[in-house]
């Protein structure tokens, strides 16, 4: 067995274990924090397919950004009548099992059946120049509208948390 | 059979990676549809976006998609953390008006 084998067992396991705590703990901390495991996990992976840039990425926004987003989303709505509550509901588990295994059967079949058109694996080489000419010249649009819809995001998140102070009576 | 599923297990290609993110696109599947707490169910769709972005990097590795795939999957890292900032004030705001994130109990259209 190679070391990049190992490597990739020991990186899913962690993924899929982490990520099924944060699927089934009853405690929504738990799961943020299981969620901090499961997408470090996806950093490594993205580091075993050799995109070392996405994987840098992932960690900055992914576990520096959008994971302290729902922690502070978990403190600010988890009061109930002056105490903490971290529990969460779980409803329709039959239903949503069925439906999840179903998928999971579904996509493994076709991923194994179907005869992908490979290629013979080049040497990897650093994404991060290729991958900032490609955003310069070809990509020049999507990256101009993504900054765009960034801006959009920033104002419509703050006009609405700021409207939390203003009193409910007073709309417009 | 055995033997070749052994060297099968042994030698991690496209397929594997796929199977890690069907795998990871059930457990979201599993978070977005059996939790009533808001914010489980965000985590799900992050779950979800990350099994996609797995897809798209391993096909940009094993095939002719080349750095494509890597773009692609930048922006979804874009457009997942514009969409976690806006669900979160949304949330915020619906918990400010309903007190509570259960999703059974904002049901009315206009509060």
């Known amino acids: 067995m190679e070391f990049t084998a190992i490597l990739f067992y020991v990186f899913a396991i962690l993924t899929i274990g982490s990520a099924s705590i944060m699927v089934f703990s009853k405690n929504i901390v738990h799961s943020a924090f299981a969620l901090m495991f499961t997408l470090i996990g996806v950093a490594a992976i993205y580091v075993l397919l050799y995109a070392d840039f996405l994987a840098a990425t992932q960690l900055l926004v992914y576990v520096g950004g959008i994971l302290i987003l729902i922690l502070f989303g978990v403190m600010l709505t988890s009061q109930e009548s002056a105490k903490l509550n971290f529990k969460t509901v779980t409803v329709n588990v039959v239903p949503a099992s069925i439906l999840s295994v179903t998928a999971l059967v579904l996509l493994t079949y076709v991923f194994t059946t179907t005869q992908w058109a490979s290629r013979n694996l080049e040497t990897p080489q650093e994404t991060v120049e290729i991958l900032g000419t490609m955003l310069m010249s070809d990509y020049l649009l999507p990256f101009i509208i993504a900054g765009v819809l960034l801006l959009i995001a920033i104002i419509g998140s703050i006009l609405m948390a700021t409207r939390l102070n203003s009193k409910p009576t007073e709309s417009n | ?111």
Do not use: C
């Open chain 2, 1 to 111: 059979m055995e033997p070749s599923f052994l060297q099968w297990l042994a030698d991690p290609g496209l397929s594997h990676f796929l199977i890690l993110s069907a795998i990871l696109f059930s457990l979201g599947i599993m978070a977005v549809l059996s939790k009533r707490n808001v914010i489980m169910v965000l985590m799900g769709v992050e779950l979800i976006l990350n099994s996609a972005n797995i897809n798209f990097i391993a096909f940009s590795r094993f095939t002719d998609l080349s750095l494509d795939g890597h773009m692609i999957g930048l922006f979804v890292i874009i457009v997942a953390a514009a969409e976690a900032a806006v669900a979160l004030a949304i949330v915020l705001n619906a918990y400010k008006r309903f007190k509570t994130i259960n999703l059974d109990d904002i049901s009315m259209l206009k509060g």
